[in-house]
């Protein structure tokens, strides 16, 4: 099962720049693999990660089958207002993981 | 011939055919091929030729022993604001059996357009970003990276 890991501060200063880490744990399989039979095991990856803040999407990224497995994205947010902050992973075929976390703004 | 390079064959050749290219690169001696390559790939992408910029910094380690998880560190350098900001960033692995990586959407709620993570490379090659700027321009740099095993296999 997938699991969302993130690691974002609880508090920052109005209008700090501050990092987030990202990942979530998956098989990233591409479609270009084998598998002992000699079938082409499907690809399944997750195709899309968004970052939202209060509700307003700031970070996007379409994953492609180069991306490593596990996932692994750190970005960066300026602090605006306090609130939270909502993460999503879309895999192929529909499955949404999400986690979420607040911010305090100081 | 492997799957994985007659996969290869056909992605390019696709991107090379559309780009009106597929005889005179055919033609083309092996060094020269890798440059026209990437140019076909990119006017095939994006219409035109981006730009070298050293505003788009893309750092890679120049060798790593495992092409499946090379860390990649990208950042569009100057400030973010409403009025000109990295819009989108791809990534191509133009040596890959398939050769998109990812495409980094930001915002200038970011502050910066800056990322790090992780990609999978199945051979030596140049990776390349594109950074799409809000305010219209095309700009781009490469990197390249020497992996020692396939990390597509």
Known sequence: MPEP??????????????????????????GLRRDEAGAVIPRKIINEFVC???????????????????PYLEFYVR?????????????????????SRDLTDT | MTDARI????????VLSAAGLAGIAAAAPRLAFAEEEETSLLTGLF???PAPSDRVRLDMPPKFSSG???????????PMTDAAYARAVHVLAPRNPLFRVAIFHFTPANGEARVSTRIRLA????????????????LMARAWVEVESDGCA
Do not use: C
């Open chain 1, 5 to 30: 890991r993130v690691i974002s501060p609880k508090t920052a200063a109005k209008g700090e720049i501050f990092q987030i880490r990202s990942l979530i744990t998956h098989q990233m399989e591409t």
């Open chain 1, 52 to 70: 939202r803040y209060n509700g307003e999407t700031v970070f996007r990224v379409e994953l492609h089958e180069a991306m490593a497995a596990n």
């Open chain 1, 79 to 99: 602090a605006d207002e306090s609130g939270t902050l909502e993460f999503t992973w879309a895999e192929d075929g529909g499955a949404v993981f999400s986690t």
């Open chain 2, 7 to 14: 996969r290869l064959r056909i992605t390019r050749r696709a």
């Open chain 2, 47 to 49: 219409g035109m030729l």
């Open chain 2, 68 to 78: 499946y998880t090379v860390p990649l560190d990208l950042t569009i350098t100057g």
């Open chain 2, 123 to 138: 051979q030596p090659q140049h990776v390349i970003a594109v950074a799409e700027m809000s305010d219209g321009p095309l």
